[in-house]
């Protein structure tokens, strides 16, 4: 006779949450390591009371935390998720209608960024026997359809139970893309309330430990040998690394790939730290926001190893960044969606980490044309002198951007992990900091959300404590994103988290208010009246330096970034900037249509300018496979 135990669909989901492990090699860890929740009375007695339960029953099988809002519980997931390199995450968990909503941003966040979050989205009565509740939606065509059912184009996984017996194949579904490489991102599982609370007989078996072991598919051997091929007639080859290196733990295996064949490595704004700052090999980010060595080695390549990237506009600066006419990219992902981008000849759809050893061993005497590796050189020489000048401060009243980069980055240690994702910020990052570590650099640029932040940083952080790991975390943002959302300050000050949070104030969206200019708007609507942040951060329960203006105020930013690496809780230290002074020029473009008929002066004369760098876009990357063996050969 089968086991069973008599408990509610939400207690059973809980329960058997609490017993899913992630298995990578000899790394074994809990796929949701906890519950992020705000409740309200569709999830109050369903999911709320299975926590309780739960934790009255088995302390510690899943914590419960509470937030402040449903949109930063997903943003805290995603944190978590990349921490532990997608083999762990946290869910969320919301009540109808608002509550519901509000984590509809979050969800897109997380599946653009194809990083793992588990939403727990409670939905309106399934029975309907008190249509219309409280937040619910009505539409006469359809009264089935609710704010729940918005998430099906912004999930990787979408389930909804409807009835009791449902929750075994769903629960099992989502599980399956939450632990997969290639198919993750939000997961989402609609309970309507009065499901939740509704009893089944669960077979203990459903209960039990269960393992899902990471998909490392190792490459086919017919594409390991055309890729080799490639790369060895290639005279100026790069490899672009994304997200997926640092996800598969290849770090390793790209720099001992990049040492034996002299291949300079570019990075994304995911791929940041997946090779050490300093590296002489190492060209930093490429596309828009890039370096200037990144985009010259670029622009003259003949064939692009890209690794675990899903090269997004600003990495190939809106299909601009690659010259050669008959470039070839060889495109190692494990989602054959991204292998197979830019008309890619030569996708290897496989893990990075064993797609890299395998493309080793295939050229294992292959060198870059000594040419070549002098180009590399200086390029990147001399943009490390362009750094080392902009990060220096001036001295002025009010610090530039890059002044203030350089502060923090003077505080930090070289594991610490420095966390941004709109605005100004990411760019600049991409340009002038030097990540040392692979965890080291969290820049949220797949949905690049105003409001990630925070909530990323402190999720971040969960990931790093709940790992053993007591690694400082630096959130830098400007005052237009954390007005959007800054609530998470509470929860860590609750928590008594320590969290890093340098605030750069210039009263207005500098970003926005740079590109304004670039389209001939001169910065129509992007200014704002100031606010004192000071006393906000402060009525959160923070720790707050304010560093006033002055010839000496960077030196003061980064004491009051080391004094916070010693303080228990949340610091924010607040300084304000000068946005008019931007980060050095890595001459990349980025694709913003400008208006093609204006009576302004400035808009014709920027899209004069536009028009100009129209013509450097290719409509298509690609080539074929026998490209790369033409052209001369330098060397």
Request: overall charge negative; glycine content about 12%; some cysteine.
């Amino acid at each position: 006779m089968m086991t069973t135990r008599r408990l509610t669909v939400a207690q059973a989901l809980v329960t058997f949450l609490g017993h899913q492990w992630t298995v990578d090699g000899d790394i074994r860890e809990r796929t949701v390591a906890g519950v992020l929740g705000i409740f309200g009375h569709g999830n109050l007695s369903g999911i709320g009371q299975a926590l309780l339960e739960g934790e009255t029953i088995d302390p510690g099988r899943m914590p419960y935390h509470q937030a402040r809002n449903e949109q930063a519980m997903v943003h805290q997931a995603v944190g978590y998720a990349r921490m532990h390199r997608r083999r762990a995450t946290l869910a969320a968990t919301a009540s109808v209608g608002p509550g519901a909503a509000n984590m509809l941003t979050g969800a897109a966040l997380a599946t653009a960024n194809r990083l793992p979050a588990l939403l727990l989205v409670a939905d309106t009565f399934a029975t309907r026997v008190a249509d219309p509740v409280l937040q619910q939606l009505e539409h006469p065509h359809d009264p089935g359809l609710q704010v729940a059912d918005a998430f099906r184009p912004l999930s990787r996984f979408f389930g909804r139970i409807d009835r009791p017996q449902q929750l075994y194949s769903v629960a099992l579904a989502a599980l399956r893309v939450l632990t997969d490489p290639a198919e993750t991102g939000a997961v989402t599982l609609v309970l309507p309330e009065d499901t939740a609370t509704e009893a089944l007989d669960v077979p203990v078996e459903f209960l039990a430990d269960r393992d899902w072991h990471l998909r490392r598919p190792p490459p086919e051997r017919g594409a390991i040998a055309r890729a080799a091929a490639t790369l060895r007639a290639a005279r100026r080859p790069m490899i672009v690394a994304g997200g997926g290196v640092i996800y598969s733990g290849a770090t390793d295996a790209l720099r001992a790939f990049a040492e034996a064949t002299g291949i300079p490595v570019a990075t994304t704004q995911a791929g940041g730290g997946s090779l050490p700052a300093g590296h002489p090999l190492h060209l930093g980010g490429l596309g828009a926001t890039g370096s200037a060595a990144a985009n010259a080695i670029a622009a003259t390549a003949d064939v692009v190893v890209g690794i675990g990237t899903r090269y997004s506009d600003f990495t190939t600066a809106s299909r601009s960044a690659f010259g050669d006419p008959g470039v070839v990219f060889v495109n190692l992902n494990v989602a054959p969606f991204d292998a197979a981008k830019h008309g890619s000849p030569l996708p290897l759809v496989a893990d990075a980490r064993e797609g890299l050893a395998a493309l080793h061993e295939a050229v294992a005497d292959l060198h870059v044309p000594a040419g070549h590796t002098a180009a590399i050189t200086a390029a990147i020489d001399d943009w490390a002198r362009v750094v080392d000048r902009a990060l220096v401060p001036r001295g002025a009243e009010l610090p530039g951007q890059p002044e203030i980069i350089g502060a923090v980055l003077a505080a930090v240690e070289p594991a610490d992990v420095v966390v941004a994702a709109a605005g100004s910020l990411p760019g600049d990052l991409q340009k002038l900091w030097r990540p040392r570590d692979p965890l080291g650099y969290h820049v949220e640029y797949g949905f690049s959300c105003m409001g990630y932040e925070i909530a990323g940083g402190l999720g971040a952080k969960r990931g790093l404590l709940d790992a053993g790991d007591d690694r400082d975390v630096i959130v830098l943002v400007g005052d237009g994103s954390y007005l959007m959302l800054s609530s998470e300050l509470a929860t860590a000050a609750a928590e008594g988290i320590r969290l890093i949070v340098v605030l750069i104030q210039n009263d207005g969206f500098a970003s926005i208010g740079a590109l304004s200019e670039s389209i001939g708007s001169g910065r129509y609507g992007t200014r704002y009246p100031g606010v004192d942040l000071v006393a906000h951060a402060r009525g959160y329960g923070c720790a707050v330096v304010d560093v006033p203006p002055g010839p000496d105020v960077c030196d003061e930013v980064r004491a009051a970034v080391v004094a916070a690496k010693r303080r228990e809780g949340p610091t924010v230290v607040h300084v304000r900037s000068d946005p008019l002074i931007p980060a050095p020029d890595g001459h990349g473009w980025w694709d913003v249509p400008v208006a093609e008929v204006s009576a302004l002066p400035d808009t014709r004369a920027a899209r004069a300018v536009y028009d100009e760098q129209r013509r450097r876009q290719r409509p298509l990357l690609g080539g074929t496979e026998g490209d790369a063996t033409e052209g001369d050969a330098d060397g």
